[in-house]
């Protein structure tokens, strides 16, 4: 396998992984239903975009030519995850869910 | 290293699964839990590419794409249903 493809490949692997985990750790850890919709929308999509990319790499690193379903999958999740997310957002509005105390109310008109 | 970094990545993905599944369990409301379900299918996907770079073979990504079209839809009709309380109205 070609060096710098293999180089190119552990770092795109090593961003996944850490920003899927950050995603994760995220949607655990923040406190109410609109904060923890930021972890997995954004940090999620860009570390699974990151290891299909890893994988393209892989693949087109050995000689069998380059395909286009892992740039597929990840323009496809690039552009149903915000979707997604404004359809939670509004669905939970919609519920009445109380944000947590430190968002709440206009903070900017003081 | 590239064996090495693509456990390190697994590890790395499957923990990021089980904290989804934390909160997919603890939840306190229905949106929460269907957040949860969409970030758990995404890892999925992870998963699913990085068998089939560990295993050497192309076979295993129409399955990936197959889970990307339908986890979107999935999230959707149920945040549609939690919205209206209908899907197709």
């Known amino acids: 396998m070609n060096p710098i493809a293999e180089y190119a490949m552990v770092a795109l692997l090593l961003t996944g992984g850490f920003f899927s985990l950050v995603g994760a750790i995220g949607l655990a850890r923040l406190p109410d239903f609109y904060t923890r919709l930021h972890g997995p929308t954004k940090a999620t999509t860009v570390g699974i975009g990151a290891i299909v990319i890893a994988s393209m790499v892989f693949f087109g690193s050995r000689g069998e030519g380059l395909e286009i379903s892992e740039l597929l999958i990840t323009v496809f999740l690039f552009i149903t995850a915000p979707i997604s997310a404004n359809f939670l957002a509004k669905a939970a509005m919609h519920m009445g869910i109380v944000p947590f105390e430190e968002t709440r109310g206009n903070t900017w008109d003081q | ?89």
């Open chain 2, 1 to 89: 290293m590239m064996t090495f970094a693509l456990q390190i990545t697994i590890g790395m993905v499957i923990i990021a699964a089980i904290l989804n599944v934390y909160r997919l369990i603890k939840g306190p409301d229905a949106p929460d839990r269907v957040l949860a379900l969409d970030t758990l299918y995404i890892n999925t996907i992870g998963l699913i590419v990085l068998l089939g770079i560990s295993l050497g073979t192309r076979m295993y990504l129409e399955g990936a794409l197959l889970i990307a079209v339908m986890g979107f839809i999935g999230t959707v009709a149920l945040a549609k249903y939690l919205k209206r309380g209908s899907v197709i109205e």
